[in-house]
């Protein structure tokens, strides 16, 4: 539970991180708002780790699960993406209330 509560907070972190460097260009009148996502950061950042992720995953599963599903998951814009994941692991790390159940 604990450790669910972190990864939201941190998935919170990068989604707010991500959104305002989104914005950031617009704000200052120099460009568009583009929302960018994780698959343009990634192949920006890094992109032998790209390519040997997807070689990695189509050799280990078949090639459609790389093509049409993760590709279609990791080009939602990043900030979406990860505000969704922080709300999904939030919701699974809450605490629970204790249900107190008298018979008599």
Do not use: K
């Not at 907070?9 to 260009?25: C, E, G, K, M, Q």
């Not at 929302?35 to 920006?44: F, G, I, K, N």
Request: net charge positive; aromatic share 12%; hydrophobic share 55%.
């Amino acid at each position: 539970m604990a450790s669910l509560r972190f990864l939201s907070s941190l998935f919170a972190l990068i989604a707010v991180v991500a959104f305002v460097a989104d914005v950031t260009p617009a704000l200052n009148g120099n460009a568009p708002f583009i929302s960018h996502s994780v698959l343009s950061y990634w192949s920006e950042l890094a992109p032998a780790s790209l390519a040997a992720t997807q070689t990695n995953i189509t050799a280990m599963t078949r090639p459609w699960v790389w093509d049409p599903v993760l590709t279609s998951i990791l080009n939602f814009p990043m900030s979406l993406l990860f505000a969704s994941l922080a709300v999904l692991c939030g919701y699974f790390g809450r605490r629970r209330e204790a249900l107190r159940i008298h018979i008599n």
